[in-house]
């Protein structure tokens, strides 16, 4: 019997490649996206495959799925902070009304669930690393809370329809993650890095650039959130790669490897930008078996390419 699976946020960055790791494992495929950030571009190779079907939806209101559902992913989201600070309102309400609607989704169809949940959820972290029993310093009232909060309640209301309703729920939290298909104007580091370092203008640091990240290739994160679908483990799991950088040695290294003509200028630091963020990934690597195995630079040169094709350099 085929197994169905509904992938919410599927014409994002990482739906887009769950939607082909589950093709590829022989899965039947919904893909569902309003593309407030996702985009057509991300699942036009899929499009033709009998296995693979788009609905474009809006999570937030009541989805309906016709037949049997197996599986939910649910990604639907805006990620980046250039996001949530242009769409705060839809940020909390895919957070919220958008996992109640998968959940009762869930429930209905008797799916296993799995929520895209996010290091967010530490804030600015007075652990480090930061393992999964830590539970966050995060600034409700700030601008990035309508994405650290709405990740927060979203693990809650999942944990609650996982015992009051008894779904078969799944949490795992991604750390930095970059590779092909990332938005050119995402925001984030890593693309905005080699999108200026790609075009030879002033590579932007936030700060000092002494501020940490570590960053994990996608088809890592993939992996790790495929093998814990499968998996028995109920609570919430790092799924990342404890190997950290600061925010200054990236930008240095990115520039080395377009072979840029860019300049490193500073800025001020965003309003509670996390200082550190680094995932201790025990859990994973004992219940998972699952580790990264792309080191940074062969994943950085994967994602210049991909950047370079699109930019048409």
Known sequence: MIKKILITGGAGFLGSHLCERFLKEGY?????????????????????????????????NYI???????????????????????LPIQTLK???????????LAKAKE?????????????????????????GNVNPVGIRGVYD???????????????YHNVDTRIVRIFNTFGPRMRLEDGRAIPAFISQALENNPVTVFGDGSQTRSVCYADDLIEGI????????????????????????????IIKLTNSKSEIVF?????????VRKPDITKAQQILKWQPEVIREAGLLKTIADFKKRLKL
């Open 226 to 253: 495929y093998r814990l679908l499968l998996s028995n483990e109920i609570m919430p799991v790092n799924i990342g790669n404890p190997d950290e950088i600061t925010m200054l040695q990236l930008a240095e290294e």
């Open 267 to 275: 800025k001020e630091l965003p309003s509670d930008d996390p200082k």
């Open 111 to 135: 799916a296993r669930f799995l929520l895209a949940s996010t290091s967010e959820v530490y804030g600015d972290p007075l652990e480090h690393p930061q393992k999964e029993s830590y539970w």
């Open 28 to 60: 039947e495929v919904i893909c569902m996206d309003n593309f407030c950030t996702g985009t057509p571009d991300n699942i036009a190779h899929l499009l033709g495959n009998s296995a693979f079907s788009f609905v474009n939806y809006d999570v937030t």
């Open 149 to 163: 909060e709405a990740k927060r309640f979203a693990e809650a209301l999942t944990m609650a329809y996982n015992r």
């Open 64 to 86: 309906h799925i016709e037949g049997n559902l197996d599986y939910i992913l649910h990604f639907a989201s805006p990620a980046s902070p250039i996001d949530y600070l242009k």
């Open 94 to 104: 895919v957070g919220s009304l958008g996992t109640h609607k998968a959940l009762g």
